[in-house]
């Protein structure tokens, strides 16, 4: 089975990047959909944007699609999430899971198998 492993978190000032990465361990993403959700404090987790690792079509949340986009390195196995113009709202544990959710369950995180253990984005106002 694939572990995605997350890394490339930290801090950044309003207005900043950051890009996240997401390398698979144990096997290839190979046949998954890679997403990306977020869980703020005291919030629920939140939808990203996701990433078919076969055909390299996107899909993201509309109110992360003009700042977020997803990408992929193959020769890596890693998905890498670039954030710009970063907001404090931004501010969150982000999490890269690989599953095989429908077209339509792309945004629901219980289709998503496979589950790193986050990496902490802190954006300072």
């Known amino acids: 089975q694939v572990q995605p492993v997350e890394s490339g978190g930290g801090l950044v000032q309003a207005g900043g990047s950051l890009r996240l990465s997401c390398e698979a361990s144990?096997?290839?993403?190979?046949?998954?959909?890679v997403g990306w959700f977020r869980q703020a404090p005291g919030k629920e987790r939140e939808f990203v944007g996701t990433?078919?690792?076969?055909?390299?079509?996107?899909y993201y949340a509309d109110s992360m699609k003009d700042r977020f986009s997803i990408s992929t390195d193959n020769a890596k196995n890693t998905v890498y999430l670039e954030m710009n113009d970063l907001k404090p709202a931004d501010t969150a544990i982000y999490h890269c899971?690989?599953?095989?959710?429908?077209?339509?369950?792309?945004?629901?995180?219980?289709?998503?198998?496979?589950w790193g253990q986050g990496t902490q984005v802190t954006v300072s106002s």
């Open positions: 144990g096997r290839s993403f190979s046949g998954y959909v």
């Open positions: 990433i078919d690792w076969s055909v390299g079509c996107t």
């Open positions: 899971a690989a599953g095989r959710p429908s077209y339509s369950d792309l945004r629901y995180a219980r289709w998503y198998d496979y």
